[in-house]
C-alpha cells in the first residue's frame, strides 16, 4: 500500500530553527510537495522537490532523497506566525497526491 | 498565485437535506479540480477527480450517488452532499490545477465547513 509518515506534533522556540521530516513508500514517485495549513483554512503551497536536493525558498527549505524515500522541511528563524500543520504529500505514478496526516507544528515565545 | 473561491464557506442543515458546494477558479481555467474532505485533526482525503466535460472519479469507499460532482465549466465545479447525515459533518475543500502554463501546483480553495444536525 502507499504510505506517508510524519511526526503527529513538534514544538519549537520562536527564533529557533525546525526540521520536520517525512517518509514515503508510494507507488512510483512524481515528486514530494509540502503545504502548510493553518487550522480552520485550506492548505498554501511550500514547496515541490523531484530531483534530490535541497531547495530553498527564504526562511523555508525542503530537502529530497528519493534513494531514501525521506524528505524534509527547514523552518528557519521561527515566527509565531508558522504555527500550523505541515502536510507532506506525494505524487505517485499517475499523479494522484498521496497524503500525510500532517504535523502540527507549535511555536513557543 | 492563483484564486480558487468556495461557497458557501460555511453551511448548518438538517439531516436529510442535501447541500451544494461550489468551487470557482477565478483567474485561470481548471480542466481538473479535486474535491476533498478533512476530518478534525486528521489529512486530506481525496474523495474524487473532477475533469470538465466528463465524468469525475471516486475514490474508494466513496458513495458517487451520495457525493454528486458536476463539473461544467473550465471554471466551475460543484459538489452536492445529498440525503446528508451528522457523519458527513467535514471541512470539505476544493483545488484546481490550472490547464495551461505546466503549472504543477493545486490551487486550494478556502474550505466549506458542513455541520449536519
Known amino acids: 500500500g502507499q504510505n506517508i509518515d510524519q511526526p503527529t506534533e513538534m514544538t519549537a522556540t520562536e527564533g529557533a530553527i525546525v526540521q520536520i521530516n517525512c517518509t514515503y513508500q508510494t507507488s512510483g514517485f512524481n515528486g514530494l510537495f509540502w503545504y502548510q495549513q493553518h487550522a480552520g483554512e485550506a492548505p498554501t503551497f511550500l514547496s515541490y522537490n523531484v530531483l534530490d536536493g535541497l531547495e530553498e525558498k527564504g526562511r523555508f527549505s525542503s530537502f529530497l532523497s528519493r534513494s531514501k524515500g525521506y524528505s524534509y522541511l527547514l523552518l528557519k528563524e521561527l515566527q509565531m506566525k508558522d504555527s500550523a500543520s505541515y502536510l507532506c504529500?506525494?505524487?505517485?505514478?499517475?499523479?494522484?497526491?498521496?497524503w500525510g496526516a500532517g504535523t502540527k507544528l507549535i511555536i513557543k515565545p | 498565485g492563483a484564486v480558487v473561491s468556495q461557497h458557501p464557506s460555511w453551511v448548518i442543515c438538517k439531516s436529510g437535506t442535501s447541500v451544494k458546494i461550489e468551487c470557482r477558479s477565478l483567474?485561470?481555467?481548471?480542466?481538473?479540480m479535486f474535491w476533498y474532505r478533512q476530518f478534525p485533526k486528521q489529512s486530506l482525503m481525496l474523495m474524487a477527480t473532477?475533469?470538465?466535460?466528463?465524468?469525475?472519479?471516486?475514490e474508494q469507499g466513496v458513495e458517487k450517488d451520495k457525493f454528486l460532482i458536476n463539473h461544467a465549466s473550465l471554471t466551475l465545479s460543484t459538489l452536492t452532499v445529498t440525503s446528508a447525515h451528522p457523519e458527513d459533518s467535514s471541512f470539505y475543500i476544493c483545488?484546481?490545477?490550472?490547464?495551461?502554463?505546466?503549472?504543477?501546483?493545486?490551487?486550494f480553495g478556502p474550505g466549506t465547513r458542513l455541520t449536519v444536525l
Open positions: 504529500a506525494v505524487w505517485d505514478s499517475n499523479y494522484q497526491l498521496i
Open positions: 473532477s475533469n470538465e466535460g466528463s465524468k469525475a472519479t471516486y
Open positions: 483567474d485561470f481555467q481548471a480542466t481538473t
Open positions: 483545488s484546481a490545477r490550472p490547464s495551461q502554463g505546466g503549472e504543477i501546483e493545486q490551487f
